[in-house]
C-alpha cells in the first residue's frame, strides 16, 4: 500500500471514557477518529477484519489489580482480535499475512516493533480454521476451554463433566473436548433452542435450560438443581464454571469425591453494583475433599500452538464444531453488540466483524 494511500485511510475507534457501575452504557464510551500513519522501523500496520466480544472485558474496564491492567481511561478499549497486515515495516511479516493479537476496538492497528516480538502479533493459518474460527475453538475462548478442561479438570474416560455457559464459546469447547475425551457431559445453557443445539449438534448428553418456567411455587434455581438430580444421578466429577452464582452454589451440592471445580468465569456477577455472591456451598469442597481452581489462559501461552493442532484435528474431521454469533456494523456498532453477552443474546462466540 502506498504512503498516499495510506493517508487518506481514517482510523475509527472506540475508547473508555469512565469506569462502569453496573452495565456499560453510552457514556462510558468515546467514540474517536485519527489519521492512519505509516510504520516505522519494526513496526506492522493491520486492519483488522474481525474483533472478539468476551466477558471477560467488562472485567479489564473495572480499576483495581486484577491478572491484567485495567484499560486506562481515555484508552482505546482492549480486544482480541484477527486482522490483515497491510504495510510492513518488519522482516517477519509481509503484506497480506493474516494475524491474530489484541488490536482493540478500531479499524487499523500500529503495531511496535518491540510488541511484535514479544509475541503481540502472531501469523495464523487459515488452512486450519476460517476468521471466526481462529476468534473461536482456534482461538483464545478455545485456548481457555483445552487448558481449563485439560490442565486444571483433567478429565478421565467415564467421569460426567458439567458445564455452564454451554453454548458460549468456551462452554462449546469444553464440552465436546470432553466428550473427545470419553466423558459423560452436561450443559446447562439460556433457552430451549440452545439446549437443543448443544445436545443435537454438539454431542452433550443432556443440557439444563436455567431460563425454563419452573413448576408454579418452584423457585428457578431450585428447577436446575432438579434438573442437575435428573442428568447427573451419580453425582459431577468436574464442573467448569463460566457464571457464578446460584448456578455455583447448585453444582456444587452434586459433586463427587475428589472432584474439580474449575473457575473460568462468573459472568452473572459482573455487573453487580454490591459485592460479588460467593459461593455459599463451599464446605462441599471440604467434605468431599474436591478442588476449586481458578485458571487464566495466558498462563499457558507458550503450548498454544499444541492446542491448536489438536483441535485444528477435530475441527477437520468433524468431532468438534465450530459456532460463531457474527454481528455486522463497524466499531460503531461494539457497544450494543458487547450488551448481547450479559443479556444471553449470543448464540456461539460472540464476533463483531469490522472488514472482509
Known amino acids: 500500500m502506498t504512503t498516499a494511500t495510506l493517508a487518506s485511510l481514517v482510523n475509527h475507534q472506540v475508547r473508555l471514557a469512565a469506569r462502569p457501575v453496573g452495565l456499560p452504557t453510552a457514556q462510558n464510551w468515546q467514540f474517536t477518529e485519527e489519521a492512519v500513519a505509516e510504520p516505522a522501523d519494526g513496526e506492522v500496520l493491520v486492519q483488522v477484519l474481525a474483533l472478539s466480544l468476551d466477558p471477560a472485558m467488562r472485567g479489564w474496564m473495572n480499576e483495581g489489580k486484577s491478572y491484567i491492567p485495567p484499560v ?41 516493533a518491540e510488541g511484535a516480538q514479544r509475541g503481540g502479533l502472531v501469523k495464523i493459518d487459515l488452512r486450519l480454521g476460517t476468521v471466526t474460527q481462529w476468534l473461536n475453538v482456534l482461538g483464545m475462548p478455545g485456548m481457555t476451554g483445552y487448558f481449563g478442561l485439560m490442565d486444571v479438570g483433567q478429565p478421565k474416560a467415564g467421569e460426567t463433566v458439567l458445564v455452564s455457559g454451554a453454548a458460549g464459546a468456551v462452554g462449546q469447547t469444553v464440552g465436546q473436548l470432553a466428550k473427545v475425551k470419553g466423558c459423560r457431559v452436561v450443559g446447562i445453557a439460556g433457552g430451549q433452542a440452545k439446549c437443543d443445539w448443544v445436545v443435537k449438534e454438539l454431542g452433550f448428553d443432556a443440557c439444563i435450560d436455567y431460563k425454563a418456567r419452573a413448576p408454579e411455587g418452584v423457585q428457578r434455581w431450585d428447577a436446575v438443581r432438579e434438573g442437575l438430580k435428573q442428568h447427573c444421578p451419580k453425582g459431577v466429577d468436574i464442573y467448569f464454571d463460566n457464571v457464578g452464582g446460584d448456578i455455583l452454589d447448585a453444582a456444587l451440592a452434586r459433586i463427587n469425591r475428589k472432584a474439580r471445580i474449575v473457575i473460568c468465569g462468573a459472568i452473572s456477577q459482573y455487573n453487580n453494583t454490591g459485592a460479588m455472591q460467593g459461593p455459599k456451598n463451599y464446605m462441599s469442597l471440604l467434605v468431599n475433599r474436591a478442588r476449586m481452581e481458578g485458571m487464566v489462559v495466558f498462563d499457558y501461552a507458550d503450548r498454544y500452538h499444541l492446542a491448536v493442532a489438536e483441535m485444528a484435528g ?32 449470543n448464540f456461539g462466540k460472540l464476533v463483531l466483524k469490522l472488514a472482509d
Open 314 to 345: 477435530y475441527l477437520k474431521d468433524g468431532r468438534m464444531k465450530s459456532k460463531e454469533d457474527v454481528v455486522e456494523g463497524g466499531v460503531r456498532a461494539f457497544p450494543d453488540t458487547l450488551l448481547k453477552l450479559f443479556n444471553g443474546e
Open 72 to 112: 486506562e481511561l481515555g484508552a482505546v478499549m482492549r480486544a482480541g482480535g484477527i486482522g490483515r497486515v497491510i504495510a510492513s515495516r518488519n522482516p517477519a511479516f509481509t503484506v497480506g499475512d493474516v494475524v491474530s493479537g489484541t488490536p482493540g476496538v478500531q479499524d487499523y492497528w500500529r503495531v511496535s
